[in-house]
Nanobody, 124 residues
Framework: QVRLVESGGGFVQPGGSLRLSCTLSGFPLRHYVMGWFRQAPGKEREGIACINNNDESTYYEDSVKGRFTISRDDAKNMAYLQMNSLKSEDTAVYYC?????????????????WGQGTRVNVSS
């Protein structure tokens, strides 16, 4: 059974940076497309970044493009989300997940596995 555990959330001022980590256990990470989702207060959960496992191509939602970077280390069974130039509107619970299918062309497939989430609060 796949288990995902996020870490790295916390409080940060606007303009600051955070790096989220996701550890996958149960199966080799190389078998999975990896994605990051977030849910802001009062809003629906949205996919913001995705990295494929075949060619490590990436996809970003427009609001984070140029500020966030998703990466993966299959040898360590870990995925990451580097978040720079954070804004108050980035405040949310961030989830690591395994989309069931290749991401791209504006699509992050619905995940079949989720982490428990890590909270990011961007505030001055």
């Amino acid at each position: 059974q796949v288990r995902l555990v996020e870490s790295g959330g916390g409080f940060v001022q606007p303009g600051g940076s955070l790096r989220l980590s996701c550890t996958l256990s149960g199966f080799p990470l190389r078998h999975y497309v990896m994605g990051w989702f977030r849910q802001a207060p009062g809003k629906e959960r949205e996919g913001i970044a995705c990295i494929n496992n075949n060619d490590e191509s990436t996809y970003y939602e427009d609001s984070v493009k140029g500020r966030f970077t998703i990466s993966r280390d299959d040898a360590k069974n870990m995925a990451y989300l580097q978040m720079n130039s954070l804004k108050s509107e980035d405040t949310a619970v961030y989830y690591c997940a395994t989309p069931f299918g290749i991401c791209g062309a504006g699509v992050i497939p619905a995940p079949d596995n989720w982490g428990q989430g890590t909270r990011v609060n961007v505030s001055s």
